[in-house]
C-alpha cells in the first residue's frame, strides 16, 4: 500500500459469516509491539483540502459554548451565565429576559444571524448537532438538582417550535451530562450504570426520532471520559471496552476492544488491541484512537485495506489534542496548529499554525462531511476551523 511497510501484519483472524450475509471478524493484535511509525513531512495534502476559517458575531456579554456547522450555516448557543456571574463580591446583575440563553443561527454568505430559540431562563445548552433539517440540542433546565433533557428544532418547517423529546428522567442511566449526536433520524448518546456493580458499566442508547422510541444498543461498555462524544461516520458505530490484565488486584486498563459496527451491510470488526483506548474515531477506511488523555505524541491506525495496525508518532507535529477521520486523511489538532496526515504514504502537512491570534480545541465531525474546530473566541466573535476535502 504505497510506501507503508506490510512487516506489521501478525495477526489472528476469525472469520464468522452468519444468516443474512452478516459478516463479522475478530483481530487480534494484543501481542503486537508498539513500533513508532515516523511519517515525513510533504506539502501535497494542502492540495487535497480547503481549511476555511469562519467568523461568527456573537453580541456583548453573550459566551458561545456549544455550536455546530452544516453546508452555509452556522448554529449556535448564547448564553450570559459568566457575565451574570458576582466573580468579585460586587452587586450581581439582575437577569433579566435579555439574558437568557439562545440558540441562533448564522448564514455564512449572507451574515445573516436569526434566534431560532429562547429558554425560558438563564439555562446551559450544550452539543448542538444538525443534518440540516432538523437541530437537536441538550439544555438543562434547573441549575440546582441538575437534569438533562434533548429538545429537537425543525429547520425546514416554517414557525418550527423546539420541543422535549426525551430526557434523564426516560433512561436509568448516572450521568449528569450526556454528549448526544445525530445519525439517520436517530439520536446516540452513552450513559452509566452502577459502577459498583459492573466493571464496565456504559451503556449505548439511541432514540428513534421517526418512532419516538429509546432503545438500549449495547452494554458492558467503557469510557476513558464522559465527555467522549459516540463517533459515527459513514454508516459506522464505534464503542469500546478496555481490560486489565489476568489476575490484577486493581482496575488498571492495559488492553482493550474496540467495536466497529457497519449499520449498512449488518457487519462488525472487533480489534483486540495491545493498548489503553481513549475516543476511537472509525469511517469505511480506518480506526484511529489514542492510549490515554495524559499521552499526546502517539495515535494507533487500523487500516481496513491494508489489514495493518501501526502506531503514529506524533512529536514532529506538537503532540495530539484532538483528532478526526475526513476520507482517507487524519485532522489533528495539537497545541502549535491543524495538522493533516495521509496514511497511505506517511507524510503530513500543517494546515494552520496557532500563535496569538488562534489557539486548539476539540474537533467534531459534522453531517456535511467536514472536520470542524473552534480556534478563537473574542468578544466580539468565535471563529471555526472548518475543513473538507477538495473536489
Known amino acids: 500500500m504505497g510506501k507503508r511497510c506490510i512487516a506489521l ?63 452555509e450555516m452556522v448554529y449556535y448557543e448564547a448564553d450570559y451565565i459568566d457575565y451574570l456571574t458576582d466573580h468579585e463580591g460586587k452587586d450581581a446583575i439582575e437577569p433579566t429576559s435579555e439574558y437568557c440563553t ?30 440540516g433539517k432538523i437541530l437537536i440540542w441538550e439544555e438543562y433546565p434547573r441549575r440546582e438538582n441538575m437534569s438533562w433533557r434533548i429538545k429537537m428544532l425543525s429547520l425546514t418547517e416554517k414557525d418550527s417550535v423546539a420541543e422535549t423529546i426525551f430526557s434523564d428522567g426516560d ?7 450526556i454528549i448526544p449526536n445525530l445519525a439517520e433520524q436517530k439520536i446516540y448518546w452513552y450513559d452509566q450504570d452502577d459502577l459498583e ?6 451503556k449505548l442508547y439511541s432514540y428513534d426520532i421517526i418512532r419516538k422510541e429509546i432503545k438500549l444498543e449495547k ?12 463517533s459515527i461516520i459513514d454508516g459506522k458505530i464505534c464503542t469500546y471496552e478496555m481490560h486489565t490484565p489476568d489476575g490484577a488486584k486493581q482496575k488498571y486498563f492495559k488492553t482493550g476492544s474496540i467495536y466497529i459496527e457497519d449499520r449498512e451491510k449488518d457487519g462488525k470488526i472487533t480489534l483486540l ?19 490515554s488523555y495524559e499521552s499526546d505524541d502517539e495515535l494507533w491506525l487500523y487500516d481496513y485495506q491494508s489489514g495493518q495496525l501501526e502506531c503514529i508518532s506524533l512529536e514532529e507535529m506538537g503532540g495530539k489534542f484532538a483528532y ?34 488562534y489557539s486548539y480545541g476539540n474537533i467534531w465531525h459534522t453531517l456535511d462531511g467536514s472536520a470542524c474546530m473552534q480556534i478563537d473566541s473574542s468578544e466580539e466573535k468565535i471563529s471555526i476551523a472548518k475543513i473538507n476535502m477538495m473536489g
Open 171 to 177: 433512561t436509568e442511566g448516572g450521568l449528569w451530562d
Open 324 to 357: 478526526m477521520l475526513l476520507d482517507d486523511l487524519i485532522i489533528v489538532s495539537t497545541r502549535n496548529g491543524i495538522w493533516c496526515i495521509e496514511p497511505e504514504t506517511q507524510t503530513y502537512t500543517n494546515l494552520l499554525l496557532f500563535g496569538e491570534e
Open 102 to 131: 439562545k440558540v441562533m443561527s448564522y448564514d455564512i454568505q449572507s451574515g445573516d444571524t436569526k434566534i431560532l430559540y429562547q429558554a425560558e431562563d438563564i439555562i446551559a445548552i450544550t452539543d448542538l448537532c444538525t443534518d
Open 9 to 71: 501484519i501478525c495477526m489472528i483472524i476469525v472469520s464468522i459469516t452468519g444468516c443474512g450475509g452478516r459478516d463479522d471478524s475478530v483481530l487480534d493484535f494484543r501481542e503486537q509491539k508498539k513500533e513508532m511509525a515516523i511519517y515525513t513531512e510533504a506539502d501535497h495534502l494542502k492540495e487535497r483540502v480547503r481549511l476555511e476559517i469562519i467568523d461568527v458575531p456573537k453580541s456583548e456579554y453573550a459566551y458561545v459554548s456549544a455550536w455546530t456547522v452544516y453546508d
Open 273 to 291: 488491541t495491545p493498548s489503553k483506548i481513549m475516543h476511537p474515531v472509525a469511517n469505511d477506511k480506518f480506526c484511529i484512537w489514542g492510549e
Open 219 to 230: 452494554e458492558g461498555l467503557d469510557l476513558a471520559s464522559p465527555y467522549e462524544q459516540i
Open 197 to 202: 456493580k459492573n466493571g464496565h458499566p456504559i
